[in-house]
């Protein structure tokens, strides 16, 4: 068996996250990831590391790596820049978006949509979130693409902590509609759907602020 590289298990790792299967909070040991993944723990180690600096793993000193558990107002933030973040992507698609690339992204949606179909939620997760990449991809927008592909990681991030269903909407339907916009020359009408579809997938988390705990048993009681 070919041993898995840092990036191969880190992806393995994000889809567990993001299927929602490892919850926030959850530890990850070190010595059992390196079991699972039939790797070293140095290894293991750098994947962490990888992780960490994507947002999704926190490691603490004493307890080791724990998946991170992002806070209401963290999560809100990255809403925030994401949407800003596509509107500049479909501005950068002005004139770079031709018929060849029209094709792939539309048989991108295709993918999306058999996914769907058979709600296959490994698949469902990848490609929808895989969608707003390749949107920068085509733009040809290095530092934006580095930002969307931080920014969709960490959306996963966020839907796994705030969803309590496993129904994706980042879905084939909203993104074939921002591709139609697209391919007819309408910036304006892409940019409109773009962020609507975002306020769609956002408005379904449970994003209420989580009532401060009790100080004390006298203030939980009084
Ligand atoms: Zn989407």
Redesign the pocket.
Known sequence: METLTVEQIAERIWLSIAERRLRPGMRLKEIELAEVFGVSRARVRQVLAMLERDGLVVIESNKGAVVAKPGVEDAKDIFHIRSAVEQRVLERLTGQLDAAKLVEMFEHVAKERIANNSNNQREIIKL??G??VMLAEMAEAEFLCGLMRDLVSRTSLITAAFRDSNKHN??PD??EEILLHLKNGDLEAAKKAMAD??EH?ESELKLLQDRAPPKSLRDALV
Do not use: R
């Open positions: 929808s979130g969608f707003h980042c879905g909203e993104h579809h975002l997938v």
